[in-house]
């Protein structure tokens, strides 16, 4: 499997160099704004995420009960949003407009919602947040600032990180 190319003038950078890598995204942004406390060009500057991993955190266990609940829930804001829309359109009464689009959505919501899980037959038993997050993160810069960005980060402990750590 190769590595696509970077187009480099969709990045706005010519020839980007990598500067540094580091472990967390708030090191490496640390490293970039101290570059800018120094007067550094950072428009010549970019923070690359790599290694790329998705993560799935199981936030809980889906029942019939819990899938009609944040359906209602669901449909309850959707229809309080139609019965504001026709509230705009319409003339009548605001509140009972309100009311009844805002039930027929908990209803229909909630109904909706377990007709769904219904259909999956217990093959995904929980809810989840998924995230893809890089591992490492590279400070890119323009070739021809590479060397003066090299200079400002070693003159502060701690900013350069060490390339043979592991």
């Not at 899938?67 to 829309?85: C, N, P, Y």
């Amino acid at each position: 499997m190769s590595t696509p190319e970077i187009n480099a003038s969709a990045l706005g950078l010519d020839f980007p160099q990598s500067l540094a890598v580091y472990a967390t995204y708030a090191e490496a942004q640390k490293a970039v704004d101290h570059l800018a406390d120094q007067e550094f060009p950072v428009e010549n500057c970019m923070i690359v995420g790599t290694d790329l991993k998705q993560v799935e955190r199981i936030t809980g266990r889906l029942t019939f009960a819990r899938v009609a609940m944040l359906g209602a829930l669901s449909g309850l804001w959707l229809g309080a949003f139609v019965g504001l829309l026709f509230a705009i359109f319409v003339d009548g009464n605001l509140v009972t407009m309100l009311i009844s689009t805002a039930l027929f959505g908990l209803v229909f919501g909630a109904v909706w919602a377990i007709v769904g899980y219904a259909f999956t037959r217990g093959e995904r038993d929980f809810s989840s947040v998924k995230a893809v997050v890089a591992t490492r993160y590279e400070v890119l810069v323009e070739h021809k600032h590479r060397e003066r960005a090299r200079e400002i980060l070693a003159a502060t402990p701690g900013l350069l990180p060490d390339p043979f750590a592991g």
